[in-house]
């Protein structure tokens, strides 16, 4: 399964952007879904998770109170707002879908998008 991200770009500090990812063809409705971003010469690293039943959320402690991740089963797919952006947070952004194992864990995720890049201008 590719999951699909979109809504990236550029943007300047401060200001929003909404990701999107969607799983076409698949009902992904049983997976925690979660985002990560990696930015040049760094590691991926975790940012925001739901779990399957959407009454869990989880945030990385540098996006907390910035980010919002929520999902519309309906739709199949899940949503990264992102508020107040800083340059620090400035990468590509992925989304996946896991069954089990952490939430914050890159590892126990199955299915990934292909990426989409956020670059937050100061």
């Known amino acids: 399964v590719q999951l699909q991200a979109s809504g990236g770009g550029l943007v300047q500090a401060g200001g929003s952007l909404r990701l999107s990812c969607a799983a076409p063809?698949?009902?992904?409705?049983?997976?925690?879904r979660g985002w990560f971003r990696q930015a040049p010469g760094k590691e991926r690293e975790f940012v925001a998770g739901?779990?399957?039943?959407?009454?869990?959320?989880f945030y990385a402690d540098s996006v907390q109170g910035r980010f919002t991740i929520s999902r519309d089963s309906a739709k199949n797919t899940v949503y990264l707002q992102m508020n107040s952006l800083e340059p620090e947070d400035t990468a590509v952004y992925f989304c996946a879908a896991g069954l089990k194992g952490s939430i914050r864990d890159s590892r126990d995720y199955v299915f990934w998008g292909q990426g989409t890049l956020v670059t937050v201008s100061s």
């Open positions: 063809g698949r009902t992904l409705s049983s997976y925690s």
């Open positions: 739901i779990t399957w039943r959407g009454d869990n959320k």
